[in-house]
């Protein structure tokens, strides 16, 4: 929040400026300065976030052709629980830097041809309006020849398929620019590495002098058997289902939004929620199970046994039930016991 | 069930009890296995004895060539009826195991003057080895947890849907007899562990050999069997019967596994096979630190074990540093595309999309759970945890199998058939334990209330200790016998078992008597459940051979043959030496059945030429002609569901062509396919899509059907439904219109072409004027 009225300030002084400037007939330059002001000022990897007033600034009330571009991520707070549409405003970052950090250094003035800008929908609904933004991830290119904004170069779902390496291409197509090879930050930096490196071999005699003597974690059944326990659950789960798919844990009901959805129906599709729970009513069972046959004998007092051994005969039962309801609920299938015709009647 | 053996070497009596177990536990085997057999029947008795499906029909072909060559022929095989015109080298390129089995038998039995055709024999080798893997499992559960656990675990193994789904009669496919195998692999290396024989560690290398032979999965225990070594290294488990259970293993198995014409050098040089010679050497670094132990007093030790370590991680680091080298220095880092999909779950459904299409490479939701492995997913968690109650080198493979698989088949539906077996094992020891506590406990209360207590505590206290007691004596004495033949150090395990055992004695282990019977009779409901719930499926939901299909209607049984018609038809109508085009799906099929040269098939080897079909139906009809053409095809068959409402047909298909052939031929884009991201085939679907070939080749004549041209499995009318085709025309369509078969146009005469074309200028309405100024057929 801080930063954004800090951005909003600046915004605002550089209004200030330009009622001053646009007596300027050459305002083209100062339109490039401020732009790369912003970029220069702009929290993350040059991605100017752009509002309603800048972009008729920017954009509308600049005469063809402009001497810039403008690229343009239409992002919505409302959506970031849409992992994709975070991913690709992530992607989108990345293209910027790359961008930036390739052509200021060149010499020539290619990094003041192309500016990323964002636009986000609560702040400047207007905006989307303009452009005629009906659904996003959308990433708009405005060339400098471009007067209607409604007819600008929109990336299609051909490039959103790829990261940001398609979105590059998409941009090097239509601006003739050179964003050059995406320069994603590595997994781990050199002097991480470095560091894993030294403990591990700082560390190996005092592990292999433990693991001979039979003292580590490694030894003790009770963190191998939660582990299984726990691997068997996330399987059951149908996790790696989530997790191939991006299934969300639930959703909400088309209906009527402030209710949830945690179960759908049809055998093909699952939500996450609804996987641990089935996969916890799998696992139930045969934990109760296991309890009875290995704790619960040693109990001396008949009572105590009678009754925990009831309970859990009661949940067992009642989740062996539900997990058929639950099946036959969603697979739709019928499962009909095959008895010898002559007890038919 | 686990009251078939006792411990107490007492008398005659025991022996009798004795030998009247192991009666009836060879009884109770044999009925398993005529269980495992019969209830694989049902595809025979619903529909007839055929072979099913896609690949089995390519395995029937290859065991017939076999038995009408000889395996020299066989091994040398090569075939030019397929991928053509690049053609398939077989005797190299096929798992042999499943082909060489069968046609085994089919020679044994005509040697015996039994004279079965070779379609019998194939149609029903997955039953006779699904019972073979009954029994495999009763010997695996057994070595692990006794014969009660045993038992039960075979009679699970017999009907568990998952290997149902993979094994009825007619599905005559490589895991049929590749689970059995997996399993007897697996009783072997158990046998060995327990034993410290090598005549056992011999023939679990002879084992894993058949393995390799049956199927690509073998390097499923190629990587288990390493991870279970180094985790017995780990937690401290080294012995000297984990060496000689491992290292015959890797040597002998590796060596064998390279006979094997599709593994080669694969089985030294891919990544699949290194975890195997990394733990390899780890063994023998570990051996030799336990064998300086044993000749070095403690104090020499310390100062040996320092200068040992130092040198065994110098190796290691070494050996790590080439393996890494080697893996880099592959493009896919030496990992097949299926077993990278497996370890970065996300990898096929970015990169290959060939893998990603087929639906059994899917990961699986919880209703797949239900329905494959039943209520068994209730209780592999008690047999996890019976396994570790104690824990020994046996119990820790079965959960690490466990583990592993689950974990696998969470990515791949595919290997719930891995799974399975797992699961068997697992709920066979919870079930067997179970029942061996709640009628101890039954027996016990009963007993009391009849006798006096006091006496009662001590002999009623049997049952239960029965159990456990006489697995561990059993397996303590064969233990104690080889190892003293070894003259080596005493061993972990025993150790354990007599502690727990005596503990058990301390106390009775009871529970209520009307809990018990309540419990008893939940888990019997549960076991009924299972049985009730296998059979329907294997009646009703893996017995279609889906070469033959029927429905059930008011108006009685529909029969669809359409398929075997069409193959029939292009058998008797079209030259030995035409080529037919379909998508892959059909292409096994058609070589066995119709006997055409076929452009590709259900071996995915060669993408590019997959793309170039995929290509061929995603465009429009002149190009198509000419990329066809280009491949002498002379005939396109088609699969159409529109009319029946089959859905596994082309159109539901078709975007995985797209995709497919747009991987390789980047002016082929999905996107115009696609209306707003939906894939459509009505009114509102794109240009590209209303012209493409598989749309008019499907659709052609369809609305004079119903005057309207309803798609009954999209559920719409479709959206182009008068037009012509220009290039193909209309051979043959099946009864139902499921299979639809035309020949490709020949190309006429040049100049007379030209003076037409003028003409139809004005006539072909969808065509683009590119294809127009060039087409000279119209």
Not at chain 1, 193 to 200: D, K
Not at chain 2, 169 to 184: C, K, M, R, T
Not at chain 2, 423 to 440: E, H, K, N, R, W
Not at chain 2, 582 to 590: C, E, L, N, V
Request: charged residues 15%.
């Amino acid at each position: 929040m801080v930063v954004q009225t800090n951005l909003s300030s600046r915004i605002f002084f550089f209004l200030i400026a330009l009622l001053f400037s646009l007596a300027d007939s050459d305002s083209d330059s100062d339109l490039i300065n401020e732009l790369v002001s912003l970029r220069s000022s702009s929290p993350d990897s040059g991605v100017i976030r752009l509002y309603d007033d800048d972009v008729s600034k920017f954009l509308t009330s600049v005469p063809t052709p402009r001497p810039y571009s403008l690229i343009i991520f239409f992002d919505s707070v409302n959506l970031h629980s849409h992992s994709k549409l975070q991913k690709f405003r992530r992607e989108f970052g990345l293209v910027s830097s790359t961008f930036i950090s390739n052509n200021n250094n060149d010499g020539s003035n290619n990094g003041t041809k192309l500016f990323f800008c964002e636009i986000e929908s609560t702040h400047s609904e207007a905006s989307f309006h303009r452009f005629n933004v009906e659904s996003l991830p959308h990433i708009s290119l405005v060339s400098p020849t471009t007067e209607n904004l409604t007819e600008c170069d929109q990336m299609d779902g051909g490039d959103f398929a790829g990261l940001a390496e398609s979105m590059a291409e998409f941009v090097e197509r239509l601006t003739k620019l050179t964003v050059g090879p995406i320069q994603r930050p590595p997994f781990l930096s050199k002097t991480q590495i470095g560091i894993i490196v030294a403990l591990i071999i700082i560390s190996a005699p005092v592990l292999i002098k433990k693991i001979l003597k039979g003292e580590t974690l490694l030894h003790d059944r009770r963190i191998w058997l939660t582990g299984a326990v726990l691997v068997y659950f996330f399987s059951v789960s149908g996790t790696m289902f989530n997790i191939i798919r991006e299934m969300p844990l639930y959703v909400k009901d088309d209906e009527d939004q402030s209710k949830f959805v945690f179960f759908i129906e049809g055998s093909e599709m699952q939500l996450g929620v609804e996987g641990y729970t089935v996969g916890f009513l799998y696992t139930v069972v045969g934990l109760l199970l296991a309890f009875v046959t290995n704790v619960l004998v040693r109990v001396k007092n008949l009572n105590e046994q009678r009754m925990s051994m009831l309970l859990s005969l009661v949940i067992s039962f009642w989740a062996v039930r539900q997990v058929v309801y639950l099946d036959n609920w969603k697979t739709e299938y019928e499962i009909y016991p095959y008895w010898p015709s002559s007890w038919r009647h | 069930m686990a009251a078939l053996e006792s411990p107490q070497p007492a008398a005659t009596a025991t022996a009798m009890r004795h030998a009247f177990g192991n009666v009836l536990s060879v009884l109770i085997l044999v009925l398993i296995g005529v269980l495992a057999f019969s209830i694989r029947l049902f595809s025979v008795i619903k529909y007839e004895s055929v072979i099913h499906e896609f690949d089995p029909y390519f395995n029937y072909r290859v065991t017939q060539f076999l038995s009408k060559n000889g395996i020299y022929e066989f091994w040398n095989w090569f075939d030019d009826r397929t991928w053509y015109p690049l053609g398939r080298v077989i005797g190299g390129t096929v798992y042999p195991g499943l082909t060489l089995t069968a046609g085994t038998i089919w020679w044994f039995l005509n040697s015996l003057n039994i004279p079965l055709s070779v379609e019998t024999v194939c149609v029903f080798t997955a039953p006779v080895f699904s019972a073979f893997a009954s029994w495999a499992t009763y010997l695996l559960t057994q070595e692990v947890k006794g014969s009660g656990a045993g038992l039960a675990a075979a009679v699970l193994l017999a009907m568990v849907p998952s290997y149902i789904s993979r094994s009825v009669a007619g599905s005559y496919d490589n895991e049929a007899v590749a689970i059995f195998a997996l399993i007897f692999t697996f009783y072997l290396y158990i046998k060995t562990l327990n034993t410290g024989s090598l005549f056992y560690a011999t023939l679990n290398a002879l084992a894993y050999f058949y393995m390799v032979c049956s199927w690509g999965g073998y390097t499923f225990i190629i990587n288990l069997i390493p991870m279970h070594v180094l985790l017995c290294i780990v937690t401290g488990r080294y012995s000297p019967r984990l060496y000689i259970a491992y290292a015959p293993l890797v040597v002998l198995g590796t060596l064998l596994a390279a006979l094997v014409p599709v593994v080669g050098f694969n089985a030294v040089l891919t990544s699949e096979h290194f975890a195997s010679f990394l733990v390899f050497i780890i063994i023998h670094v570990v051996a030799l630190v336990y064998y300086i132990k044993g000749i070095l007093t403690p104090k020499m030790f310390k100062v040996a074990v320092t200068l040992v370590v130092s040198i065994g991680m110098v190796v290691c680091f070494i050996v790590v540093a080439i393996l890494v080298a080697l893996v880099a220095s592959s493009p896919t880092g030496g990992w097949s595309g299926r077993s990278l999909s497996l370890l970065d779950p996300t990898y096929a459904s970015k990169y290959i999309p060939i893998i990603a299409s087929v639906s059994e490479h899917q990961p699986p939701t919880w209703p797949s759970y239900f329905m494959d492995i039943n209520v068994l997913a209730f209780l592999v968690p008690a047999g996890i945890i019976a396994c570790f109650s104690p824990l020994s080198d046996s119990s820790s493979f079965v959960v690490l199998y466990i583990v592993m698989s689950v974990y696998f088949s969470g990515v791949m539906v595919r290997l719930m058939l891995v799974l399975a077996p797992a699961a068997c094992i697992m709920s066979g020891i919870a079930l067997s334990q179970a029942f061996d506590v709640f009628t101890g406990s039954i027996k016990y209360q009963l007993g009391r209330s009849s006798n006096s207590t006091d006496d009662a505590e001590d002999t009623n206290n049997a049952p239960k200790d029965d159990a456990s007691a006489g697995k561990t004596d059993k397996g303590e004495e064969i233990v104690k016998e080889r190892s003293s033949k070894k003259g080596k150090k005493k061993e972990r395990e025993p150790a354990d078992k007599p502690s727990v055992k005596s503990k058990a004695k301390k106390k009775a282990l009871v529970l209520p008597l009307e809990t018990s019977i309540v419990a008893l009779l939940l888990l019997i409901m549960l076991g009924a459940f299972y049985v009730i719930h296998c059979v329907w499926a294997a009646a009703e939901a893996y017995s279609a051979p889906s070469i033959v299909l029927t429905s059930q209607s008011r108006d009685g049984l529909h029969v669809f043959d359409d398929f075997r018609e069409s193959y029939a038809w292009l058998s008797h109508n079209t030259d030995v030496d035409d080529k037919v085009a379909s998508w892959w799906d059909y292409g096994y099929q058609t070589t066995a059945m119709a006997n055409r040269t076929v452009i590709v098939d259900n071996n995915t080897w060669n993408n590019t030429h997959i793309a170039t079909v995929g290509t061929a139906m995603s465009s429009p009809e002149k190009a198509a002609w000419e990329i066809f053409n280009s491949l002498d095809v002379k005939y396109v068959l088609v699969v159409f569901g529109g009319l029946i409402g089959y859905p596994s047909d082309d159109i539901n298909k078709f975007l995985w062509m797209v995709r497919i052939g747009g991987g390789v031929f980047p002016h082929i884009k999905e996107a115009d396919y696609l209306r707003d991201g939906q894939y459509r085939i009505n009114s509102e679907a794109t240009p590209t899509m209303l012209n493409c070939l598989m749309y008019k080749l499907s659709y052609y004549r369809f609305v004079e059907t119903d005057g309207k041209g309803y798609d009954r499995v999209r559920r719409t009318e479709i959206g182009k439904k008068h037009f012509k085709l220009t290039h193909f025309e209309e051979v043959f369509t099946s009864h139902h219109w499921m299979v639809r078969i035309y020949k490709l146009k020949p190309a006429r005469n040049r100049i007379r072409g030209r003076a037409k074309k003028l003409k139809s200028k004005t006539t072909s309405a969808g065509w683009s004027s590119k294809s127009e100024k060039k087409n000279p057929w119209v």
